[in-house]
Nanobody, 125 residues
Framework: QVQLVESGGGLVQAGSSLRLSCAAS????????MGWFRQAPGKEREFVAA????????YYTDSVKGRFTISRDNAKNTVYLQMNNLKPEDTAVYYC??????????????????WGQGTQVTVSS
């Protein structure tokens, strides 16, 4: 049974940093792409960043480029999202996702088969 468990969310002031973690278990993820999405109240879930378990390819939505960094620790089966210079508009529930439909682009929700339960990030101004 695949499990993705996020942690690291919280309430911070604008300009602060947080690091989200996604612990993956239940299968071998070497052929998977891992993604971070977020959903603010009243809005659709949107793509934030993605990384392959193998190789060095990373992908970011424009609004977080230069501020967020996605990385992985293969030994720990964990994916991270380092978020710096947080802004109030980054406030959302952040979800980790895993998928093998690599023919679909990283931002496509349909590319991901498994989702975590989410972790809340709140940035005050």
């Amino acid at each position: 049974q695949v499990q993705l468990v996020e942690s690291g969310g919280g309430l911070v002031q604008a300009g602060s940093s947080l690091r989200l973690s996604c612990a993956a278990s239940g299968r071998t993820f070497t052929s998977y792409r891992m993604g971070w999405f977020r959903q603010a109240p009243g809005k659709e879930r949107e793509f934030v960043a993605a990384i392959r378990w193998s190789g060095n390819s990373t992908y970011y939505t424009d609004s977080v480029k230069g501020r967020f960094t996605i990385s992985r620790d293969n030994a720990k089966n964990t994916v991270y999202l380092q978020m710096n210079n947080l802004k109030p508009e980054d406030t959302a529930v952040y979800y980790c996702a895993a998928g093998q439909r690599l023919a679909l682009g990283p931002p496509a929700r349909a590319a991901y088969d498994y989702w975590g339960q989410g972790t809340q990030v709140t940035v005050s101004s």
